[in-house]
């Protein structure tokens, strides 16, 4: 994903909260990526950090049993 991508992302007015929950698997995969990278440089966009929070909450709720049942192990 290119800077120009990122930024349209940061910028929606709808807000990670609802455009995160919208995304396929492999756009989230693509943008905590994008924004992990972005994170990683001396001045990264405003409101990445915040972005890559709740994508990263997006995707443990995504990887999470449906039930919320704890798999225990014998």
Do not use: H, I, K
């Not at 405003?46 to 709740?54: P, S, V």
Request: hydrophobic content about 40%; glycine content about 4%.
């Amino acid at each position: 994903m290119n800077s120009s991508n990122l930024f349209r992302y940061l910028t929606d007015p709808r807000g990670p909260e609802e455009v995160l929950p919208a995304l396929a698997p492999e756009e989230l995969v693509e943008l905590l990526d994008a924004l992990y990278q972005n994170l990683d440089t001396p001045e990264p966009e405003f409101g990445a950090e915040a972005w890559y929070e709740m994508a990263v909450e997006e995707s443990c709720r995504r990887a999470a049993p449906p039930d919320g049942a704890t798999q225990r192990l014998a």
